[in-house]
């Protein structure tokens, strides 16, 4: 049975736009995205936001809650999502690897059979709602792993009917341009200016212990079961510096040094690892605010 | 901000209440979560219902007393983001799809509501925010995922969730059939337990009145907040404080007995819950003088008694609010009290919402109102109104205050 974290990143959209709205914040990048429901979040009260990240998937999702205004998945083109179409020749193998490891071998079908159907949808908007519903399917059979008994069997076509359906409602639009790029923090702070940055950076050795519900799914979507993402943060700016202290300060820095022409900067960290961000963040603006909502949700409000 | 000298004194067992300070604020957070539930179209006495509940799965998976408290308090106010919602505000016409997602925000602006509550426990704000949470990330406001969701929320949801189902049986079958989507799989596990060491039976709702920090909020100020909101929610800013405040310098101009003027603010300050279920405010169709809307009116001071009833703080306002609608000659509703026989508070009350509703009118575009509301009151002094209060009335409105 594979191994699944207690705790994930939390961030608390609503929370957020408090603070958001206390400095009267009215665009956000978040260049460390992750799953992008509280980008979506923001979006839906208004705020312009603009997120990146490493891994396609997020992206793709983000083209779908956030970029997306307009398009969702009507009946029959869920349909044509779920199960195998007639006359198409799927990779029923792609998956195989996966097999009797994590997964049944209908399942690891469904899997071969989802990535080629949803590659083939028409827009980015649609593909992103399909990569976020399909998603929750995965991760639904990972949990029956852990809950065979006390989670209900149901069919794969039908979890992912009713979470790809699902996804229409995040879909709307805020009258705003709205944006998520493929692309390293640096990268993503020097595209795209706004009134707030948000920054979740992640754990220090956060990059060597990435969650199977994430990897997996990036494994997925590049429909290759054997995709190490460590591989793709090694380049990058944590990725390098993961195991070394002073190397993480120094990218946490580095993030703020970035990020000057932004009013405010708002970093959210924890009690464990407040004393590792909090002098950095101190030494680069000169008015920093503390706010704690609990010992997992510590705002580091920082303005010129 | 300015509060009635009165209602503090009632507050502070001026009347001869023999409950603590802390009784009292309970029973108006009580009162808070009833209004909260009418706001949002929940059935009465949903909100004790969940708080009950929740609490019995909290004490079943034998979490500590302070998280057992924090659950039952969340229940209770669980909805009083519900007021203001534009979702469900009077006067919005959202479209239903837009509509939907301002409700979302409910639990949210619930949250920031009980933060401002110093006497609740710091956990309570947190629990109604996360209260609606899908253990998938599907639920709202902020999407969180399965163990970011604190248990004691996912309580709260499985006993929202089993309420809402036609009997506890049928609520069996759905928390099992949504365990690892909607709810946390352990969370839905120990709905089970509960339901097979319990019976199935709901227990009677008891505050937890030791969990509050009563010193640290003021009651009244509290009571002027609600009443405040809920005329925001009926699109009616500021009425109940003008309404009190004419109350309160008609009850000085009579004179009349402190309880009784304590009674009558007590009243005002509750009057316009009573609107929050219908579709309107009662004087947007009918002039406030009108036969025509006496039904109404009934109907809404029965709602308004109906939830104060359910603690004994706001008791005293009862009788003066099913009263309202009384008319002076014996030919109101609902019992066709006469003169002295309607509580004097009532008789004050009604004449302040109905010069209330008069100056309204006056400020609405097109309207026809050319008499002057204290006029109207004069001609109506002796069948629909109390003359001496009448009176009374039109000197505490001349008397610059």
């Given amino acids: ?304 | 901000m300015n509060n009635f000298g009165s209602v503090v004194a009632l507050f502070q067992g001026g009347s001869g209440d023999p409950r603590t300070a802390a009784e009292r604020l309970g029973d108006l957070l009580e009162w808070y979560g009833a209004v909260g539930d009418l706001a949002s179209g929940n059935p009465r006495g949903f909100a004790t219902r969940k708080a009950s509940l929740a609490h019995a799965l909290a004490r079943t998976a034998e979490r500590p007393d302070d998280e057992c408290h924090a659950v039952a308090l969340a229940g209770v106010l669980h909805a009083v983001g519900a007021l203001e919602n534009p979702g469900l505000r009077k006067g919005e016409a959202l479209p239903e799809r837009l509509a939907r997602m301002e409700r979302w925000d409910i639990p949210a602006q619930g949250a920031r509501l009980c933060a401002r509550i110093a006497a609740l426990p710091h956990a309570v704000a947190d629990l109604v925010r996360w209260q609606a949470e899908r253990w998938d990330g599907t639920g709202y406001p902020d999407q969180l995922l399965w163990h970011n969701i604190p248990f004691a929320a996912h309580l709260l949801a499985i006993a929202d969730a089993a309420l809402r189902c036609e009997s506890l049986d049928d609520a069996l079958t759905t928390i099992t059939e949504q365990s690892g989507r909607a709810f946390a799989p352990e969370a839905a596990m120990l709905f089970l337990r509960w339901y097979h060491l319990a019976g199935g039976e709901e227990e009677p709702f008891e505050f937890p009145f030791t969990a509050l920090r009563a010193e640290a909020t003021d009651p009244e100020e509290l009571l002027w907040e609600i009443a405040g909101r809920v005329d925001a929610h009926n699109g009616v800013p500021g009425r109940t404080r003008r309404i009190a405040t004419l109350v309160e310098q008609t009850m000085r101009a009579l004179p009349a007995r402190d309880e009784e003027t304590a009674a009558a603010l007590l009243a005002a300050a509750c009057h316009g819950t009573g609107e929050l279920a219908a579709e309107e405010v009662e004087d947007a169709r009918f002039d406030p003088l009108a036969r025509l809307g006496i039904d109404e009116r009934v109907r809404n001071g029965r709602r308004a008694a109906d939830l104060a009833d359910l603690v004994p703080s706001l008791r005293p306002a009862v009788p003066i609010l099913r009263s309202r609608a009384e008319w002076f000659d014996g030919t109101g509703k609902p019992r066709g009290l006469a003169r002295e026989a309607i509580p004097l508070g009532a008789r004050v009350l009604s004449v302040a919402i109905a010069y209330e509703g008069l100056e309204a009118m006056r400020h609405r575009p097109a309207s026809e109102a050319e008499q002057r509301p204290l006029e109207r009151l004069q001609e109506a002094a002796g069948t629909q109104f109390d003359p001496e209060v009448v009176r009374a009335f039109t000197r505490a409105v001349r008397t610059p205050v």
């Fill in chain 1, 1 to 304: 049975m594979i191994e699944l974290q207690e705790r994930t990143r939390r961030i608390s959209p609503s929370r957020l736009h408090e603070i958001l709205r206390e400095y009267d914040v009215q665009s956000v990048v978040d260049p460390m995205m992750g799953l992008p429901t509280h980008l979506n979040y923001l979006k839906r009260h208004g705020i312009a936001v603009h997120g990146g990240d490493l891994l396609e998937w997020f992206v793709r999702v983000g083209e779908g809650i956030v970029v997306n205004d307009l398009t969702i998945l009507r009946d029959s083109e869920v349909a044509e999502i779920v199960e195998m179409l007639p006359g198409r020749i799927y990779p029923l193998e792609m998956f195989k690897a996966w097999e009797g490891v994590f997964f049944s071998e209908e399942q690891c079908v469904y899997l071969g059979v989802w990535h080629d159907n949803v590659r083939n949808l028409r827009s980015d908007g649609q593909t992103g709602l399909a990569v976020l519903g399909l998603w929750r399917v995965l991760c639904y059979w990972l949990f029956k792993s852990h809950y065979p008994d006390e989670m209900p069997d149901i069919p794969p076509s039908e979890l992912a009917w009713s979470y790809i359906r699902d996804t229409e409602q995040w879909v709307m639009s805020n009258l705003r341009r709205n944006t998520v790029r493929h692309a390293d923090v640096l990268a993503t702070i020097s595209a795209q200016q706004a009134d707030a940055l948000f920054l979740a950076p992640p754990a220090r050795n956060a990059f060597r212990n990435v969650d199977a519900r994430i990897w997996m799914w990036e494994a997925w979507w590049q429909g290759n079961p054997y995709l190490n993402v460590e591989h793709l943060y090694r380049n990058s700016l944590f990725g390098a510096r993961s195991a070394d202290e002073h190397g993480y300060t120094r990218a946490v820095a580095s993030i703020l040094s970035a990020a000057d022409a932004f009013p405010v900067v708002i970093v959210q960290t924890s009690e464990a690892r407040l004393r590792d961000v909090e002098p950095t963040v101190r030494d680069a603006r000169p008015h920093v605010r503390t706010l704690a909502a609990g010992p997992n949700e510590i705002y580091l409000v920082a303005t010129r």
